[in-house]
């Protein structure tokens, strides 16, 4: 299995290349990251990816001030739903609500959409190296960022939930991020039957609806019957700033 990976540097998108997922395991992973990603792959059993709603605080414990969840609002785009105190301690306003871009550096924009797009129509699980510049109060940033699908209450691949480790003295707010590498590893191939289910729509995209609404009226296209992605209730995220849905 690998990791198919491009330098975001310049948010250029070029100079692609493939790690090996015994390499990207081989980096010094945050324990942080490492405990997230474990408990998507968790939920997610062999599925091809897990609900929003089976995302819990329970899972999450000890994560929560570092975690987020992202809803896409168009192609290569997404916007905070959720977002724990390390952001806020970062950015120096609450970004709930903000578009996923507004945390990064303008020269890191394209990459990040480009992320953006393999998360939800791929679907794949990427991870983002991060950096912010040191100026006038402020100290150098690393750090890291990973992305991992999940699907909306109507079925489509139209949410994330996302974990961001930054390391170094925050100092003088807002720290935008600059992308310096990204890796990402593709799910299909390695879930169960649901893999032909609807991916990377956004909930919000009413034209989709009423051309399938339009197939299903016409019989131009055969029904499928809808699987329930999941039996338990919404919950809300709420972070140790009490940040809530």
């Known amino acids: 299995m690998t990791y198919r990976g491009k330098d975001g540097g310049d948010g250029s998108g070029e100079g692609g ?126 750090g890291d960022m990973m992305l991992f699908p999940l699907r909306s209450d109507l079925g489509e691949i139209s949410r994330a939930l996302g974990v961001v480790v930054m390391s170094g003295a925050i100092g003088r707010a807002p720290r935008k991020l600059q992308i310096t590498a990204q890796s990402r ?16 729509l956004s909930e919000t995209d009413s034209q989709t609806r009423v051309q399938r609404a339009s197939f299903k009226a016409s019989g131009s296209a055969p029904e499928r019957p809808e699987k329930s992605t999941s039996k338990a209730a919404h919950l809300r995220l709420v972070t140790n700033n009490n940040l809530v849905e």
Do not use: C, N, Y
Not at 33 to 53: F, K, M
Not at 185 to 199: E, H, K, S, V
């Open 185 to 200: 590893r593709g799910l299909i191939g390695f879930a169960g039957d649901d893999i032909t289910q609807m991916r990377g």
């Open 17 to 142: 290349h493939i790690v090996e997922l015994t390499a990207f395991r081989g980096r010094s992973v945050r324990p942080i990251l490492a405990q997230v990603e474990a408990s998507w792959e968790d939920i997610r059993g062999r599925r091809l990816v897990p609900a929003r709603s089976e995302i819990s605080p329970q899972s999450l414990v000890g994560t929560l001030g570092h975690v987020f969840i992202l809803e896409r609002i168009s192609t290569g785009l997404s916007r905070f739903r959720i977002a724990g105190s390390h952001l806020t301690d970062l950015m120096g306003i609450e970004v709930r609500g903000l578009p996923a871009s507004a945390i990064f550096d303008p020269v890191s924009r394209d990459a990040l959409s480009d992320a953006m797009q393999a998360v939800f129509d791929d679907p794949a699980v990427v991870r983002l190296e991060l950096s912010a510049a040191k100026g006038f109060g402020r100290e150098d940033l690393t």
